[in-house]
């Protein structure tokens, strides 16, 4: 069964950092590509980032310059830095994982990050 744990969510205050992690079990880890998406309350879920096994990251132009992916494939798990955090950084963050070789897209619970003012 595969299972997908976001962590590292938390309040901060503006200006902070925070390191998301995004652990991954009961599958090939190496060959899904992992996602991190964010969902403000009422709005829509937005993709931030992605990173295969073997490559370079790509980042959606809302996450460019203060947001950072990477992985571990020894320990299954991937990571969202994030810098300089506004309070319109509040939001709920998701990691997904997702393969051209396999079926199944997964999704973690999610993390809350609340960025105060």
């Known amino acids: 069964q595969v299972q997908v744990v976001e962590s590292g969510g938390g309040l901060v205050q503006r200006g902070g950092s925070l390191r998301l992690s995004c652990a991954a079990s009961?599958?090939?880890?190496?060959?899904?590509?992992m996602a991190w998406y964010r969902q403000a309350l009422g709005k829509q879920r937005e993709l931030l980032a992605r990173?295969?096994?073997?490559?370079?990251?790509e980042y959606a132009d809302a996450a460019k310059g203060r947001f950072t992916i990477s992985r571990d494939n020894t320990k299954n798990t991937a990571y969202l830095d994030i810098d300089d955090l506004r309070p319109e950084d509040t939001a709920v963050y998701y990691c997904n994982l997702a393969s051209r070789f396999a079926p199944n897209v997964y999704w973690g619970q999610g993390t809350r990050v609340t960025v105060s003012s």
């Open positions: 009961g599958t090939n880890f190496n060959i899904y590509v």
């Open positions: 990173i295969a096994a073997v490559g370079s990251p």
